[in-house]
């Protein structure tokens, strides 16, 4: 910093493709400061450095930034860049701050500037990590390859025609994607490249009658690259991108300014209109078609087989052997890898124990890990990829005798989440409006929780899709018809337990009438809630009769792949209160 005469760095916690998950060559932060969320900032002056991350890292990030010279500021309000008016307070007028264009979205690239800005305090393009990280991981060579598809239910050529459609309506010569899970949506492409996420580094540009896929070609066997080729599409290496956006000219560019970097803006020559809307694929496809849907359908089932047979393997074993959060992890994953069709996790587990389950993102490591034992409340987030579909679920179990206030706080929590799942709403409804009904009970009650209630889930893609969610926040996007959502309300103490439950459902039609159409939820996941310390009186009538309904579906769903002893187990889990 002393040498470019920057006066502030920022160091954010993404990839070039504005990824949630990043290859481990982007890990900056990581290897920065030692904290390992998903999500942060950090921010370095010649006197101070610190992490700013919201309430889902708090306990997590004091422990790793411990000694590291780095303080946590917390944030207020989730995902919001309160680092900005920070360096406004700090840095006198004729600072210069310091950040890598390639790792900042053109929407926070142009914030930041702009309100910089406004106190003379310049920006440059930085990249100081590359310079400091001698042994910096390379780019990921694994391989990549074309789903059929028949298992997508929507043809290449169909996608891009759809896209075109809208170009067309925006008045767009160009169109950019950067995203990784839209390319893979739009190619019926995945890869490796990214942990938990199946998609390949790559970028598309796309004309009205030309389309380039920007790769490394070695990632694709010669029968896929074929394949590409003979559905029109150039190929072109992976760092060509810069080159061919620098040559743009006389023409208007569709960019989305939460999903594209920085420096693709400074590429372009000053006679490229610039439009920034949402990239076309995001919402085409959040809304999954009926082939989609069925195979989701069929890794729910997979997915469930494998969390009930993990659940039985926990009661019987818990005080008997040493069972530890990690082994636990472990577990899970191997009933899951013997599915049919399993490619992988969807995310790193979350395996809470007692006071980690206060953690919404903790994920057990050797210095953090503990053993399980017959007392308090396990919690279980965990996900997995089938190359027929994505899953992410929620329970919460008692591994022998709970407190009144962990009884009362997991039946709040099943409560919120059968709100959610029972709810009944107008088509145009938004996700801060579900979001409400969810923690009804819970604001009631004093209690609330610092993340979101539900989001998105891809289609054999990222567990965490946009454009729907259901949170406080009012997104310009409604829940809509065929859209796979997750609905997982939490209560967490810290230093006590956590409870969450989350199962994904898929939105369906629910009836027309005078005052329009209204749309519900149908339940995809598989997996039955523990009945065992429900406090009946805190539910209503209805509530009971969702639950005692839903966990019948699990039992009837899963019977046909247990064997007798499992079904024999289930029985008594589905059993109606």
Request: net charge negative.
């Amino acid at each position: 910093m002393l040498e470019a005469n920057v006066d502030a760095y920022i160091i954010p916690s993404s990839d070039p493709h504005m990824s949630e998950y990043v290859p481990d060559r982007y890990k900056c932060i990581h290897f920065a400061s030692g904290f390992t969320g998903s999500a942060g900032t950090l921010v370095i002056t010649a006197n101070f450095a610190g992490l700013w991350a919201d309430f889902r890292y708090f306990e997590q990030a004091e422990a790793q930034l411990n000694g590291s010279g780095y303080d946590l500021v917390k944030l207020k309000v989730q995902h919001t860049p309160e680092y900005i008016d920070w360096l406004i307070d700090v840095l006198p007028a004729g600072a210069q701050v310091g950040f890598d264009y390639q790792l900042m979205s053109a929407a926070l690239g142009e914030e930041i500037e702009n309100a910089l800005a406004i106190s003379r305090i310049a920006v440059r393009d930085l990249d100081s990590i590359d310079e400091i990280w001698t042994d910096r991981p390379a780019l990921p060579q694994k391989k990549a390859f074309l789903l059929p598809e028949k298992d997508c239910g929507q043809s290449f050529e169909s996608k891009l025609s759809d896209i075109r459609t809208v170009l067309v309506k925006q008045r767009s010569d160009v169109h950019i994607i950067s995203s990784l899970d839209d390319l893979a949506w739009l190619f019926n492409l995945r890869g490796n490249d990214v942990n938990y996420n199946p998609v390949v580094l790559c970028y598309a540009l796309i004309t009205p009658n030309e389309i380039t896929l920007y790769i490394d070609e070695n990632k694709l066997s010669l029968t896929d690259l074929k394949i590409l080729q003979n559905r029109g599409v150039e190929i072109k290496s992976y760092h060509e991108i810069k080159t061919d956006l620098s040559t743009l000219s006389n023409c208007s560019v569709l960019i989305d300014e939460k999903r594209t970097c920085y420096q693709f803006l400074s590429i372009f020559s000053s006679s490229v209109n610039v439009i920034k809307s949402i990239n076309p694929t995001v919402y085409l496809k959040s809304v999954k078609n009926s082939v989609e849907i069925e195979n989701i359908k069929l890794a729910m089932i997979q997915d469930g087989v494998a969390l009930t047979r993990f659940f039985k393997w926990l009661e019987e074993n818990i005080g008997k052997i040493k069972i530890t959060e990690i082994s636990a992890s472990e577990k899970i994953k191997a009933f899951r890898e013997s599915g049919e069709g399993f490619a992988g996790l969807s995310f790193a587990s979350i395996a809470g124990y007692g006071l980690h389950a206060a953690l919404p993102h903790y994920c057990p490591n050797e210095d953090s890990d503990i053993e399980l034992k017959p007392e308090g409340l396990f919690l279980l987030d965990s996900g997995g990829h089938y190359f027929y579909g994505t899953t992410d679920v929620t329970r919460t179990v008692p591994l022998g005798k709970t407190t009144a206030e962990e009884q009362r706080d997991y039946t709040l929590v099943l409560s919120a989440m059968i709100f959610g799942s029972a709810a009944k709403f107008p088509q145009g409804t938004r996700g801060y409006q579900l979001d409400g009904i969810v923690r009804q009970q819970m604001w009631q009650q004093g209690i609330n929780y610092g993340h979101g209630t539900g989001h998105g889930v891809g289609y054999y893609l990222n567990v965490h899709e946009g454009p729907q969610n259901i949170g406080p926040s009012n997104a310009a996007f409604s829940v809509d018809l065929g859209m796979l959502t997750s609905i997982e309300p939490g209560i967490y103490r810290p230093g006590k337990h956590g409870v969450r439950i989350e199962n994904l459902v898929i939105t369906v039609p629910a009836e027309s009438t005078d005052f329009g159409d209204f749309l519900q939820f149908d339940t995809a996941t598989l997996c039955y809630i523990d009945t065992s310390i429900v406090l009946s009186h805190l539910l209503l009538p209805q509530q009971i009769e969702w639950l005692n309904r839903y966990n019948q579906k699990v039992y009837d769903g899963l019977k046909s792949y247990l064997n007798a002893d499992e079904l024999t187990w289930l029985a008594g889990k589905c059993k109606a209160i």
